[in-house]
């Protein structure tokens, strides 16, 4: 079945590097994103990465594949409180459905 | 360039009611999706339209229905409101089917349903 798994929470200090993981189980994934919720927002679209790929990077972000193990990650250069928000991310096979994790919710502090 | 507009934002309808929202994806684009969010479901997949046909429905019951129009513009009906229908529901649009998913989706800000 399709289900994504993500921690709810991290927390880090301003400027450090913040890592946010995801877990997937549908082997048939072939686009997996990032998200990101800002209070009273929508999603906003940071980044996302085809399945024949191991590494994506964009600016302070960073993904990493690991297919076979279907884990995904985010991680946040410099991370800065802007970057404070809800991280959701999410995958999607032939149906073209977004299938979202619970959401990983960053808090900087300065 | 205009993103998705969502309307309206807010919205208090009374259990039994039925509501309309609608969604103006970003011009040019053709496929629409809709997402209800709550804290407890989390993000769930509502139905997806591309050339006015529903291409794909999730798992909610047969009370939320929703339709595009040529203009690529989208309506979500829900009928018979119940409590639990108070949630976030988000529009998304993408550019075409068959690359959506490597264009990725845009999603509006959401109208915010109350059902009292």
């Known amino acids: 079945g399709e289900d994504v798994e993500q921690s709810l929470f991290l927390s880090v200090r301003e400027g450090d590097s913040s890592v946010i993981n995801c877990t997937y189980t549908d082997s048939s994934s072939t686009y997996l994103y990032w998200y990101k919720q800002e209070p009273g927002a929508g999603l906003q679209l940071l980044t996302y990465?085809?399945?024949?790929?191991d590494m994506k990077q964009d600016q302070r972000l960073t993904v990493l594949l690991n297919k076979k193990d279907k884990h995904l990650s985010l991680r946040i250069a410099d991370t800065q409180t802007g970057d404070s928000a809800i991280y959701f991310c999410?995958?999607?096979?032939?149906?073209?459905?977004?299938?979202f994790g619970q959401g990983t919710t960053l808090q900087v502090k300065p | 360039k205009a993103g998705v507009t969502q309307t309206p934002r807010y919205l208090i309808k009374t259990r039994g009611q039925q509501v309309t929202l609608s969604c103006s994806p970003i011009s040019g684009h053709r496929s629409v999706s809709w997402y209800q969010q709550t804290p407890g479901q989390g993000l769930q997949f509502l139905f997806e339209y591309f050339s006015e046909t529903q291409r794909n429905k999730g798992n909610f019951p047969g009370r939320f229905s929703g339709r595009q129009f040529s203009n690529s513009r989208s309506e979500m009906n829900v009928s018979t409101l119940e409590l639990g229908d108070s949630a976030l529901y988000l529009c998304a649009s993408s550019l075409d089917w068959g690359q959506r998913r490597s264009y990725g989706y845009t999603f509006g800000s959401g109208t915010r349903l109350t059902v009292v």
């Open positions: 990465i085809f399945s024949n790929m």
């Open positions: 999410a995958e999607t096979s032939n149906t073209g459905k977004l299938i």
